[in-house]
């Protein structure tokens, strides 16, 4: 339980630290200095958090795995499904890491760039990914509220509605020539490696901090909107 705790707690730290982000600010905090935040160096960006991933996640990861391999035949159904689970967990949050590293070279270099348009357009992803992680670690630490499995649709519906005010917005700064076609297409590529890693991050924290702590029922689980139901519901703001 622990461990599976600790195995997102690093993974939060690798991606944070990767874009530049500290881990140890607080969400009001964080949302509060976005301006702060927006004007930090580029030197703040790794170019690459693979170093992270093969020497703090990776061990840790195996080890669980090893773990749940080696259980023996006495096993009920309910343990190996959340077994199961707590795998895929661990899968969603190496998966979340890989898209952020691809993502960093482009980051790096735009946060540079003469052009405006593309270093506030990649500064708003770098961005999104520190607010889901903050969100979902206020919900987490919320004595008050206790996570559900409900708490993180309202994640999900914001993440669909960037991805598609991000694609917009692109279509919008290629017509007026604020960006070009080679601009374009890192950030088309680079806004699904981002929406990507924020959608397995949730996944993750679905399993690890509602699914498995509060014993979550089918009934639940079935109330949880899906990637579609998300999809009408945006359609039909």
């Known amino acids: 339980h622990n461990e599976t705790e600790r195995l997102y707690d690093i993974s939060a730290e690798i991606i944070l630290t990767g874009v530049g982000i500290q881990g140890s600010e607080t969400l009001s905090s964080y949302l509060s200095n976005k301006e702060v935040s927006r004007s930090k160096s580029d030197a703040l960006i790794s170019n690459s958090i693979s170093d992270e991933y ?7 990861y195996e080890g669980i795995v090893e773990f749940i391999c080696r259980t023996g035949s006495d096993t009920t159904l309910q343990e190996i499904e959340q077994m199961h689970e707590i795998r895929m967990a661990g899968i969603y949050l190496s998966e979340a890491i890989m898209s952020i590293n691809q993502f960093l070279e482009n980051l790096k270099r735009y946060l540079a760039s003469k052009n405006q348009y593309a270093k506030h357009e990649y500064n708003e992803l770098r961005l999104l990914v520190g607010r889901v992680l903050f969100e979902i670690e206020a919900v987490r630490n919320d004595s008050l509220n206790e996570m559900n499995v409900l708490s993180l649709d309202e994640l999900k519906l914001m993440l669909e509605n960037d991805d598609f005010e991000k694609y917009s917005a692109i279509e919008s700064l ?18 699904g490696d981002v929406h990507m890693a924020c959608k397995q991050i949730l996944r993750a924290a679905q399993i690890l901090f509602v699914s498995r702590e509060k014993g979550v029922g089918i009934g639940e689980q079935s109330m949880v909107l899906d990637e579609s139901e998300i999809r009408n519901i945006l359609k039909g703001r």
Do not use: C, G, M, V
């Open 54 to 60: 093969t020497l703090e996640f990776k061990p840790l």
């Open 174 to 191: 290629i017509r007026s020539d604020d960006i070009d076609a080679s601009i374009a297409t890192s950030l088309i590529s680079d806004s």
